[in-house]
């Protein structure tokens, strides 16, 4: 299951996250971090071209031996070939496993952006290409376009499964779907009665669930192999901001307690899209470790 896991780096180039506590990732622990999943058979790291200097800190390492996976922001297919050739640039390398659009609009306003992707993939230039969602409405409309993907990345965890509809179909399209929000930005981790009363219609499922399981071991393990165990997910994509964060993470890989089952009423799309969420002052909030 260790190998399910893939690396997302947005943290190592932005200070991103409601319970991350330490900033941005240092050089050298960047560096512990992608020797460590060498060690423990982590393939896939995740980035964008918009986070920050993630790319050319990665660069930086020699990542030629892992799949990377990197996002394209909004553009038209003129734009498009500079984005590639900076990314390409940044980590340091001569091609990709995934290229994505990291926002689908510009998919939906542009389609002549597929057939770019398309003829760089046909050049052997990236092997897989696809889009980011944040929605199932989104997947469908790009389908119905003719917009068949070899990769996708989907939100999806304990609260949010409405992507699930969909798994049969994109297995059967042979389309490689990586999750990513298992953790919800963190947002499982903290304290309700802490947090602004726009979470007021899961605060009470928060509490069940931080006093069912009242470690912050328990609750990693729980969330994460939530997601891993799916097996319509081939890649669950975990933030990372510490070697010792990602050592926790692999080191509850596979044991699996008692699920905390779903609340009873849909959680509406504005918590579960964590870009909807008010801001949230990190210093105010009680962290529940």
């Given at each position: 299951m260790?190998n399910k896991?893939?690396?997302?780096?947005?943290?190592?180039?932005?200070?991103?996250?409601i319970?991350?506590?330490?900033?941005?990732?240092?050089?050298?622990?960047?560096?512990a971090?992608?020797?460590?999943?060498?060690?423990?058979?982590?393939?896939?790291?995740?980035?964008?071209?918009?986070?920050g200097?993630?790319?050319?800190?990665?660069?930086e390492?020699?990542?030629?031996?892992?799949?990377?996976?990197?996002?394209?922001?909004?553009?038209d297919?003129?734009?498009l070939?500079?984005?590639l050739r900076q990314?390409?640039?940044?980590?340091?390398?001569?091609?990709?496993y995934g290229y994505?659009?990291?926002n689908?609009n510009?998919?939906?306003?542009?389609?002549?952006?597929?057939?770019?992707?398309m003829?760089?993939?046909?050049?052997?230039?990236i092997k897989?290409i696809?889009?980011?969602?944040?929605?199932?409405?989104?997947?469908?409309?790009?389908?119905?376009?003719?917009?068949?993907?070899d990769?996708?990345?989907?939100?999806?965890?304990?609260?949010?499964n409405?992507?699930?509809?969909?798994?049969s179909?994109?297995?059967?399209?042979?389309?490689?779907?990586?999750?990513?929000?298992?953790?919800?930005?963190?947002?499982f981790?903290?304290?309700?009665?802490n947090l602004?009363?726009?979470?007021?219609?899961?605060?009470?499922?928060?509490?069940?669930?931080q006093?069912?399981?009242?470690?912050?071991?328990?609750?990693v393990?729980v969330?994460?192999n939530?997601v891993?165990?799916n097996s319509?997910?081939?890649?669950?994509v975990?933030?990372?901001d510490s070697?010792?964060q990602?050592r926790q993470?692999?080191?509850?890989?596979?044991?699996?307690?008692e699920?905390?089952?779903s609340?009873e009423?849909?959680?509406?799309e504005q918590?579960?899209?964590?870009?909807n969420?008010?801001k949230?002052?990190?210093?105010t909030?009680?962290?529940h470790h």
């Amino acid at each position: 299951m260790i190998n399910k896991l893939a690396i997302g780096s947005v943290q190592f180039g932005l200070d991103y996250g409601i319970s991350n506590e330490s900033g941005i990732v240092a050089n050298n622990e960047v560096r512990a971090i992608l020797d460590y999943c060498r060690e423990v058979g982590i393939d896939t790291i995740d980035t964008a071209y918009g986070y920050g200097n993630s790319e050319e800190k990665l660069g930086e390492q020699r990542i030629g031996d892992f799949k990377l996976v990197t996002k394209f922001p909004d553009t038209d297919e003129i734009q498009l070939s500079e984005y590639l050739r900076q990314s390409l640039s940044r980590l340091a390398v001569n091609k990709l496993y995934g290229y994505m659009a990291h926002n689908v609009n510009c998919l939906i306003k542009n389609p002549s952006i597929w057939q770019r992707l398309m003829g760089y993939k046909e050049e052997g230039i990236i092997k897989k290409i696809g889009f980011s969602l944040y929605r199932p409405e989104e997947l469908l409309r790009l389908l119905d376009m003719g917009m068949v993907p070899d990769i996708i990345q989907i939100p999806y965890n304990i609260l949010d499964n409405r992507f699930e509809g969909h798994f049969s179909t994109l297995r059967k399209e042979n389309i490689e779907v990586h999750a990513r929000s298992c953790f919800l930005q963190g947002l499982f981790f903290l304290k309700p009665e802490n947090l602004p009363s726009f979470f007021d219609p899961i605060k009470h499922w928060m509490k069940q669930f931080q006093e069912m399981y009242l470690s912050a071991d328990s609750k990693v393990n729980v969330l994460l192999n939530y997601v891993l165990y799916n097996s319509y997910i081939d890649k669950v994509v975990i933030g990372i901001d510490s070697l010792q964060q990602l050592r926790q993470n692999v080191n509850l890989v596979g044991a699996v307690h008692e699920q905390l089952a779903s609340p009873e009423t849909p959680v509406s799309e504005q918590i579960l899209l964590p870009f909807n969420w008010p801001k949230i002052e990190r210093e105010t909030i009680k962290y529940h470790h």
